[in-house]
């Protein structure tokens, strides 16, 4: 091509059959405006360069134009990171029957907000209540969008232009931005600091008590450990200061557990159970945690404070959709039957044993051809147990060009996330699904011949 009038009209390229192509693959309007976009493209280079693109060079753009318009920023991909709950990866992935839930929820209508056999309007709160109080032992519970939600409601709800004493060994900003006194400022409740950044004694919320607080809130300390000489009273004993007091205890538990960690050989998690057994009003956590379900901030404890929280006007704005009420429901009812272990993919994670994770690491070397298996860890993550690791068995690659290798793998289709580790780059098959493990296979060969 030559001159600008040698460049193709909108018309002509929609004339190519390449072009009816992709109107029939991404409609009309789109194929135009790709087309227009390459077309001006043309002209700004011809105007800097005085030359054209060739045909071919065109249709390419036109091509890439209307992939990278259509295709979805979210996505799935395999993590080999051997973080178990990684936020940035979506925290936990769901079991088949919460999946199931999901679509039989919504691919229809279903009873959200319907009663059923008054034919009347019914209230969506009431999906997860019975399972979440017959599992924790609770008078009452409610769920919300996340657990950031549930501080926020339950500090605005109850202590608004009030007070709310908190320890400062207690004052974390927990990732993402979320940090304790901000979400208590927001909530407009006045925080009440006590003890000092490594000791907080029991006779520092008595004293706290002269400014007549709305209730007492502990917080987890998440993915950050207090160690060396430091002391903090037993929820038990800080929840008998407040009733005294009459004032509620609330806990935010951040990921919560229902099964005993422990169990596991990891570090003991503070369980739901445990925190209303000694005597907190309400507990909050998270769904996507150490729950394994989908995002979605739980609220359990005293009947009378869950009303106040379903009452308040907050609660619209930050309540749960059916999506995570139908996901939530078939998450806990495996807990329920007993099969939380076998059904729940983080559970599975957990209490892998280690002979199958190793085979399952040196069958990937033996099919690649290439690796070792070494002994690693693998980590819990989502801001519950830190530093607390589980022995695994990694397939760990010495490359020429790590970095680069971690970027092809990212390239795949699903995109492999791995990770780096003294020069190699290391995959830990604990946190990969085992239906995910072929694609993992292919995508490993495929960045492999890419790198060389
Ligand atoms: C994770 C966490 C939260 C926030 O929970 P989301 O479900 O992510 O909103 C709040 N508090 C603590 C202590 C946490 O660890």
Redesign the pocket.
Known sequence: MTGLRDLPSVDQMLQTSQSQEWIACFGRPLTVEAIRSTLNDARAQFAERASLPEREALLQSIERYLQSWTEPTLQPVINATGVILQ?NLGRAPLSPASLQAIQNISQGYSTLEYDLQRGKRGSRLVHAEALLTRLTGAQAAMVVN????A?LLILTALARRRGVVIARTQL?E?G?G?R?PDVMKQSGARLLEIGTTNRVHLSDYEAALEESPALFLR??R?NFRLVGFTSEPGLAEIAEVAHQAGIPLVD????GTLLDTSRYGLGHEPMVQESLAAGADLVCF????LLGGP?A?IIVGGAELVAKLKKHPLARALRADKLCLGALTATLLHYLKDEAEREIPIWRMISAPAEQIFSRAAAWAVALGQGEVTSGESTVG??SLPDETLPTSLLSLSIRKPDQLLARLRQQNPPVIARLQDDRVVLDPRSVLPEQEEALLHGMKRALEATG
Do not use: C, E, P, R
């Open positions: 936020t996340n657990n950031a939600a501080v974390v927990i993402g979320f304790v917080a987890h998440s935010d538990l951040g990921s998270s769904g996507d945690k995002q901030g989502g801001g």
